[in-house]
């Protein structure tokens, strides 16, 4: 397996409160990547980075905001946490081309 | 709109039988096309994938197939085996130089023993 590791992975939250999501690899890859999967939507990029402190916007990124200080760690981070981010959200990581990109095993956010 | 469009959310299949899982692209950039098996609780796995310089992709019981002209892509699992049950999602990227994937909404496969 690629070393990803998610944490937490389960969280419940209450509206409002500020919410941080951290993503670690072990393998030195450049580009990682925060998706969100839910029902009928399959997974939508939120933002991803092609190194450190290069952060960019995916189809999603409203509500939403990264920061990658090291190689290894992405963070993402629900300012005002609202209901409408209630998901599981997954992380991934690759090295560009035409190599896939790996996903970690979620976090299941609950925004009550 | 949806760029990339799986059209049949659940599947049913005899084990030992083939499973056909089809996918739909709009956008005539993408260069690159992949499936992921997903299981509950876990996180995709990346299964095998297809450049747009190929129309097919094989790696033991499964096989890609990409009809560029009219923008689908297939996967074949041959025999499929209860193991397979799991969702499976098609994903494209575009060359761009981010390596950014979009995804399918995925389709339930369900191989019944």
């Known amino acids: 397996d690629a070393g990803i590791t998610q944490s937490p992975r389960h969280k419940v939250t209450e509206t409002g409160t500020p919410v941080t999501l951290r993503c670690h690899q072990t393998?030195?890859?450049?580009?990682m990547y925060w998706y969100r999967q839910d029902p009928g939507h399959g997974l939508r990029l939120i933002h991803y980075?092609?190194?450190?402190?290069?952060?960019d916007k995916g189809e999603v990124s409203d509500g939403y905001s990264v920061s990658r200080s090291k190689t290894e760690d992405f963070l993402l981070t629900l300012e005002s946490a609202t209901s409408s981010q209630t998901s599981v959200y997954f992380c991934?990581?690759?090295?560009?081309?035409?190599?896939?990109?790996?996903f970690g095993d979620g976090t299941r956010l609950s925004i009550l | 709109d949806q760029q990339v469009k799986q059209n049949s959310p659940s599947l049913s299949v005899q084990e030992g039988r083939i499973s056909i899982l089809n996918c739909d692209y709009t956008?005539?950039?993408?260069?690159?096309f992949l499936w992921y098996k997903k299981y509950p609780a876990e996180g995709p796995t990346f299964l095998i994938s297809?450049?747009?310089?190929?129309d097919k992709n094989e790696d033991g019981r499964f096989t890609v197939f990409l009809n560029k002209s009219a923008k689908h892509l297939s996967l074949h699992i041959v025999p499929s085996q209860p193991g397979d049950s799991a969702v499976y999602f098609c994903?494209?990227?575009?060359?761009?130089?981010?390596?950014?994937?979009?995804f399918g909404t995925g389709t339930r496969l369900k191989v019944l023993a």
């Open positions: 994903a494209a990227s575009a060359k761009s130089g981010t390596y950014k994937y979009i």
């Open positions: 297809i450049s747009s310089i190929k």
């Open positions: 991934a990581i690759g090295t560009g081309g035409n190599q896939p990109q790996h």
């Open positions: 980075s092609y190194g450190v402190k290069d952060t």
């Open positions: 393998e030195n890859h450049r580009y």
């Open positions: 956008n005539s950039m993408f260069d690159y």
